[in-house]
């Protein structure tokens, strides 16, 4: 049944070829079968796959689990945490089976070609090492699992038969400081052309002059085939055709074409316009290729002494880092979950995303294209020198090179990027090799884009101050060293310095610990750090420490926090304990669920919305007349709090401390059960604002809030529901742990769930979980049918809930 819907999805494609020559996408996602380990005939063309296991991709085998202490357990010194001794770090890389061997097999018939028709498969990313088969023969092979490639498999194919397809994927143990998921984790395409057409990521499109009245767009296209012509339409954001350019004047293979755009509307975080450019080529008046591509007009500039300004606007980067997982879904790209990420991202007042540390995935840009996002596209964590034993570093000197002109290609007509990343950490930021290695691949950046800065994230500041590594970078970013920002700017010759990498602050959402200090590499028993966001690794720094740099020095241009959610693997400070196999450093918890932290930046970066947040929550029997401290996280500069109708004093806003200058802190709070309730003041002393905590009595209800209600009937679209309880008086119970139990019916089904809690060793993938700190999330997927959607949620000793969520067939 899958293989005949793959073959008459390929007949529709049939179809349109047949009717014009131009080229067609199409995305192969279903009817793939999964075999997990070594196998030696599965390339064939006539083996029995029958019994493998049928997938959709994009997938990530190593997701499903079991979390295993033996897996990828390293024996290491993490040179970059200060360590001088190897330890046993067992959740480093998440606990999960990434590891070993995996085969993807599909069958596809590849439309008849006409004569000059040409057939290319294209990768956005596999982890990793993949080795392509078509119909028995190895057609191509990559190493780097986080880039994208092409092979041009029309000498292999049969044009009007079904073709088979294997892919070999290997990932070895010790590649990894992190979670790199394991698979056909991005998606796959077939692409059909005429031979006349444009190459794959052919064009290139910059914006060189811009005025109010007039900008000037640079198209550059790269064609095969002779006696062609080009012809280019730009369209405007609601598909209306502005101007159109066609010339037949070409140097070698290329195109070139200024086309004048008049009154045009400039590309930011804040209005993410964004124009289309439809390039067309014909012989004589026969339509033989034609591409579509999007693009933002904008204006970036690194000045000395002046920072970074956008369209002509002195700015700082408000970012933070995003691995490339996606917490219970892991490495698999979904667009619904990047979008779910973003929005968070956007009402905390964020602007930017550095892809740490791996090239990012088309569908993460094309989102940041849409909703406003600044992009640092980060491209290798090791160098020559190893990090890890079977890291990058086996690859550097052979595939250095094309990695980065595969990255920049593929991705360069993205006006969200801004800035490329050739490197994090690496070794070799020690001794002469470094600084020539640095310089060529910041040389490869430049040939393949001249329009975009490079920087990397050193985090041996002192060592690139000697050897001239941070002088020659276009842009020096810092990851950490908050002692040597001023060293640095006095060093260094550019004239401003990058936060690439701050913070590194530990909490687990909803955990508060006693007495409330300050702190790095703090451990606790249950393998949770507080959440009053006072804790911080050795090599760190808390927020604030940020703050007062961004805010202080106008030689900043902005940073990128470690991180924006949770991710799996790196469960710093806890890398040498078990069950921990996910990391504490993010805002926002693995399921996505704000932390406290979230607010604290949300307070100092949202100018749109005012913050008042006030924690920790106020369920603590046993601990009546201790002090318990209360922080107020605000946009306000002044607040008083009251505990139970009593004024506990007005806190205001002040430079005694990096704290004092960001939270509002009443230290000296003696607990009692009741209501806590913080009221904010404007600068002329008016109540503007309050917020209140209650105690909560015992868990009587569920109660369910989805993101979405309504989601597409495309078989991938998710809606992501809160799952929480609360008490008889509809009071939040913060520190449950109840089981639950999840049924869904309809068009849709159970696809994961997730607590957030780094040492839970629960599957995402059954629909059962315990809440942590009183929430957790369950992701529910549509089916490729539209209609109801009924999720039911259950435990013991609480009344159940349930929700409707509607599926609907998208509207083209």
């Known amino acids: 049944m899958n293989i005949l819907k793959n073959i008459l999805l390929l007949s529709a494609l049939c179809t349109v070829l047949s009717a014009n020559a131009q080229r067609v996408d199409f995305p192969i996602t279903e009817n793939w ?25 994009p997938h990530d085998w190593a997701i499903s689990g079991p979390f295993d202490k033996e897996i990828d357990k390293q024996m290491v010194a993490i040179t970059q945490n200060g360590e001088t001794k190897p330890t046993e770090k067992t959740g480093r890389t998440g606990a999960l089976p990434y590891t070993g061997e995996g085969w993807y097999r599909n069958d596809l018939k590849i439309p008849a070609l006409k004569k000059g028709q040409r057939s290319l498969l294209v990768f956005d990313g596999a982890m990793s090492e993949p080795k392509v088969y078509l119909n028995g023969k190895l057609v191509g092979q990559w190493n780097y699992g986080y880039n994208s490639f092409y092979l041009d498999v029309t000498e292999q194919a049969l044009p009007g038969e079904v073709n088979t397809l294997a892919v070999h994927l290997s990932n070895r143990p010790k590649s990894s400081r992190w979670y790199p998921g394991a ?5 796959v395409h077939l692409i059909i052309k005429d031979q006349q057409s444009i190459e794959q990521w052919g064009v290139s499109i910059t914006t060189p002059m811009i005025d109010a009245k007039l900008a000037k767009v640079n198209i550059k296209t790269k064609v095969i085939g002779d006696k062609v012509r080009l012809e280019t339409h730009i369209l405007d954001q609601q598909g209306n055709e502005l101007c159109v350019s066609s010339t037949e004047e070409r140097f070698g293979l290329e195109f070139e074409q200024n086309i004048g755009v008049m009154d045009p509307k400039l590309w930011s975080p804040e209005s993410p316009y964004l124009y289309t450019a439809v390039s067309k080529v014909y012989e004589g008046n026969v339509l ?22 956008l369209n002509g606007k002195v700015r700082k980067f408000k970012g933070v880092c995003l691995h490339h997982d996606l917490g219970p879904l892991g490495a698999a790209i979904n667009t619904a979950a990047l979008k779910r990420q973003l929005t968070i991202l956007k009402d905390m007042g964020c602007d930017a995303i550095r892809s740490s540390h791996n090239m990012p995935s088309p569908e993460q840009l094309e989102l940041c294209d849409e909703m406003g996002f600044m992009f640092l596209a980060e491209s290798f964590d090791e160098w020559a020198k190893p990090k890890v034993e079977n890291g990058y570093h086996l690859y550097f000197d052979t595939d250095a090179e094309k990695d980065v002109v595969n990255l920049v290609r593929a991705n360069r007509n993205h006006p969200s990027i801004v800035m490329w990343s050739s490197g994090n950490e690496v070794p070799d930021q020690w001794g002469a090799e470094g600084v020539k290695r640095a310089k060529w691949l910041q040389d490869i950046f430049h040939r393949e884009d001249p329009t975009r800065p490079v920087t990397v994230g050193m985090d041996q500041v002192k060592a690139t101050m000697q050897s001239g590594f941070g002088a020659l970078l276009d ?13 640095a700017y006095q060093a260094f010759p550019q004239g401003f310095i990058l936060g690439s990498e701050t913070a590194s602050t530990v909490s687990s959402r909803g955990i508060y610990k006693f007495p409330v200090v300050k702190g790095k590499d703090i451990q606790y028993p249950d393998l949770q750090s507080s959440s009053y966001d006072l804790e911080y690794c050795s090599w760190s720094n808390l927020p604030d420490d940020d703050f007062v740099l961004q805010d202080d020095k106008p030689w900043v241009i902005g940073e990128f926090v470690w991180t924006g959610f949770d991710y799996l693997g790196e469960p710093t400070p806890y890398d040498e304990m078990w069950p921990s196999r996910s990391s504490y450093f993010g805002i926002c918890d693995l399921a996505g669920i704000p932390k406290d932290r979230y607010y604290l930046y949300r307070s100092r970066w949202n100018k749109e919305q005012p ?9 603590w029997e046993g601990r009546e007349g201790q002090t318990t401290p209360v922080f107020v996280y605000t946009s306000y500069d002044s607040a008083e709090l009251f505990l139970n109708g009593k004024s506990l004093g007005i806190q205001k806003k002040n430079k005694d401390t990096p704290q004092n200058r960001y939270r509002l802190m009443w230290n000296d709070v003696k607990y009692a059960p009741g209501t806590l309730k913080v009221v ?6 008016n109540a503007v604002a309050e917020e209140k905590v209650l105690t909560a009595g015992k868990p009587h209800q569920i109660v369910l809030e989805a993101d979405r209600k309504e989601i597409d009937a495309d078989g991938n679209d998710i809606s992501y529901v809160t799952v929480s309880v609360v008490d008889k008086d509809g009071n939040p119970c913060p520190t449950a742990t109840l089981p639950l139990e999840f049924n869904v019916r309809g068009a849709g089904v159970f696809k994961a769930v997730c607590n957030g809690d780094a040492t839970s060793l629960e599957s995402f993938e059954q629909p059962k979980m315990k809440l942590f700190s009183g929430k957790l999330v369950v992701l529910v997927q549509s089916k490729k049918k539209s209609g109801d959607i009924e999720l039911r949620v259950s435990g013991s000793a609480v009344k159940a809930a349930q929700l409707h969520l509607v599926s609907k067939t998208k509207q083209h």
Not at 41 to 53: G, P
Not at 475 to 487: A, K, T
């Open 611 to 619: 913050t008042l947040h006030i924690l920790p929550h106020w369920n």
């Open 33 to 57: 079968k999964f075999y997990r380990g070594k196998n030696d005939n599965a390339f064939e063309k006539t083996y029995d796959d029958r019994t493998w296991k049928a997938v959709k991709v």
């Open 183 to 187: 698979g056909l984790y991005r998606n």
């Open 288 to 309: 033989k290729d034609e591409v579509k591509t999007r693009f933002g007009i904008r204006e970036i500039r690194y000045e000395a002494n002046k920072g970074f300004s």
């Open 475 to 487: 842009v020096p970013g810092l990851n950490y060293r908050v002692h040597l920002y001023s060293e």
């Open 680 to 685: 904010a003041y404007d600068s002329t002393g």
